[in-house]
């Protein structure tokens, strides 16, 4: 674990900061102030490290049923940052198998505060090359993945499971203006970049994980996917198999906020809403709860993560059979990203989400399993959902 305080990172280039949820108007004006970084080998609860790392910077989240006001004088708000393996031990279940970006933390909290100083630019992307992507399992081995689940549904072990493959390729030149360029793909909510030392992530996520909006928590989940054509979206709504496994998600994500919400709070206020993500439709419904009397950030990290639309029914019974079935650790994919400050929560799932470490960049894809799903179109699925990324990133 390693942290920086003000004296460490007020010399580094200003840039724009472009988190994803951080305040549109506060972007061009915000300095870090301090860091947290925390890798599951270093031990302890993340969920609790993080909450006591922004109150000790200002930033009090220990109440969210009685959120405190911005300190006009104070910081501004601080990006979170929770792999998927970090999610997995808060919730008790297993965090999988190894990442394949050991360089990039599991959680990473950067306290930010407004400044005076006028940001650099944006550095250019000369002599950016990306070279092929070399997938972790092949097609084969991910439908045979497949089946196990659907075998494993039949034995009555899971409901759903969500299985993810990985791909890296090799670049050459900066990657941080091709990350940033993700944020542009249409449908990104969370569109943005976070960077480190020797890592960085970019995001194209549509999908809220976790927000706090007007007193309420709230939860977008995402699952089934068509083409965006006309006939693809008649085919979504009308697929019996797609509407079971997103109700299904939407009850997990229904009991995941009951665990912190004041009794009786929770309601579904959209259900299977078709929205578009660049060429794909995508169902999505919202989820929304008040939280209870007392409820801090780490409990409620607790609640949520790893997010049920990239986990499974039940999760932690769906987080064996990922963490036995799937080649490499999941990395900055599955996970959360956002902005959190005083009296505000906003974090997406970090689907379409990309990481850099020295030498490469990674990408990761995939989609539930359910009793219903064909092999072969759930191997297709998980390129499409790739495809834009990777697209957007070879772009010169």
Same mark, same amino acid.
């Given at each position: 674990?390693?942290?920086?305080? $003000?004296?460490?990172? *007020?010399?580094?280039?200003?840039?724009? /900061?472009?988190?994803?949820?951080?305040?549109?108007?506060?972007?061009?004006?915000?300095?870090? %102030?301090?860091?947290?970084?925390?890798?599951?080998?270093?031990?302890?609860?993340?969920?609790?490290? &993080?909450?006591?790392?922004?109150?000790?910077?200002? /930033?009090?989240?220990?109440?969210?049923? +009685?959120?405190?006001?911005?300190?006009?004088?104070?910081?501004?708000?601080?990006?979170?940052?929770?792999?998927?393996?970090?999610?997995?031990?808060?919730?008790?279940?297993? $965090?999988?198998?190894?990442?394949?970006?050991?360089?990039?933390?599991?959680?990473?909290?950067?306290?930010?505060?407004?400044?005076?100083?006028?940001?650099?630019?944006?550095?250019?992307?000369?002599?950016? %090359?990306?070279?092929?992507?070399?997938?972790?399992?092949?097609?084969?081995?991910?439908?045979?993945?497949?089946?196990?689940?659907?075998?494993?549904?039949?034995?009555?072990?899971?409901?759903?499971?969500?299985?993810?493959?990985?791909?890296?390729?090799?670049?050459?030149?900066?990657?941080?203006?091709?990350?940033?360029?993700? &944020?542009?793909?249409?449908?990104?909510?969370?569109?943005?970049?976070?960077?480190?030392?020797?890592?960085?992530?970019?995001?194209?996520?549509?999908? =809220?994980?976790?927000?706090?909006?007007?007193? +309420?928590?709230?939860? %977008?989940?995402?699952?089934?996917?068509?083409?965006?054509?006309? !006939?693809? +979206? +008649?085919?979504?709504?009308?697929?019996?198999?797609?509407?079971?496994?997103?109700?299904?998600?939407?009850?997990?994500?229904?009991?995941?906020?009951?665990?912190?919400? %004041?009794?009786?709070?929770?309601?579904?206020?959209?259900?299977? !809403?078709?929205?578009?993500?660049?060429?794909?439709?995508?169902?999505?419904? =919202?989820?929304?709860?008040?939280?209870?009397?007392?409820?801090?950030?780490?409990?409620?990290?607790?609640?949520?993560?790893?997010?049920?639309?990239?986990?499974?029914?039940?999760?932690?019974?769906?987080?064996?059979? /990922?963490?036995?079935? *799937?080649?490499?650790?999941?990395?900055?994919?599955?996970?959360?990203?956002?902005?959190?400050?005083?009296?505000?929560?906003?974090?997406?799932?970090?689907?379409?989400?990309?990481?850099?470490?020295?030498?490469?960049?990674?990408?990761?894809?995939?989609?539930?399993?359910?009793?219903?799903?064909?092999?072969? !179109? *759930?191997?297709?699925?998980?390129? !499409?959902?790739?495809?834009?990324?990777?697209?957007?990133?070879?772009?010169?």
């Amino acid at each position: 674990m390693s942290e920086n305080e $003000p004296h460490g990172v *007020e010399a580094l280039p200003l840039g724009m /900061i472009d988190v994803p949820g951080a305040p549109a108007g506060c972007r061009a004006r915000l300095v870090e %102030r301090a860091r947290l970084q925390w890798w599951t080998a270093d031990g302890g609860d993340p969920a609790a490290l &993080a909450q006591e790392f922004l109150a000790a910077h200002g /930033i009090v989240l220990h109440d969210l049923a +009685r959120p405190a006001r911005p300190d006009p004088d104070g910081v501004c708000g601080a990006a979170l940052y929770l792999s998927a393996a970090a999610g997995a031990r808060a919730a008790g279940g297993p $965090p999988g198998p190894p990442s394949p970006v050991p360089a990039l933390p599991d959680l990473v909290v950067v306290v930010y505060a407004h400044t005076d100083r006028r940001p650099a630019a944006r550095p250019a992307a000369g002599g950016w %090359r990306l070279g092929q992507w070399r997938d972790s399992w092949t097609p084969r081995q991910h439908a045979d993945a497949v089946s196990a689940v659907r075998a494993a549904i039949g034995r009555g072990d899971v409901y759903q499971v969500n299985l993810v493959g990985h791909a890296a390729a090799a670049y050459t030149g900066d990657p941080r203006p091709a990350l940033a360029r993700l &944020a542009a793909l249409p449908g990104a909510r969370y569109g943005g970049t976070l960077t480190g030392a020797d890592w960085a992530i970019g995001c194209a996520s549509p999908e =809220t994980l976790i927000a706090l909006e007007g007193g +309420r928590l709230v939860t %977008r989940p995402i699952k089934g996917t068509r083409p965006a054509t006309p !006939a693809g +979206r +008649r085919d979504l709504l009308a697929s019996a198999k797609e509407r079971a496994e997103h109700v299904m998600i939407v009850d997990l994500e229904r009991n995941d906020l009951a665990r912190v919400a %004041r009794t009786g709070s929770v309601r579904v206020d959209e259900l299977f !809403a078709v929205r578009r993500w660049c060429d794909l439709w995508q169902a999505e419904s =919202t989820v929304s709860a008040a939280p209870a009397d007392g409820l801090g950030l780490a409990a409620l990290l607790r609640a949520v993560c790893p997010g049920g639309s990239v986990t499974g029914a039940p999760k932690l019974a769906a987080l064996e059979r /990922i963490a036995a079935l *799937e080649p490499v650790g999941r990395g900055a994919s599955m996970g959360a990203l956002g902005w959190v400050g005083a009296g505000r929560i906003d974090l997406g799932l970090t689907i379409r989400t990309v990481a850099a470490d020295a030498q490469r960049l990674h990408l990761w894809a995939g989609g539930g399993i359910t009793w219903g799903s064909d092999p072969a !179109a *759930e191997v297709a699925e998980a390129a !499409a959902k790739a495809a834009p990324v990777r697209a957007l990133l070879a772009a010169g």
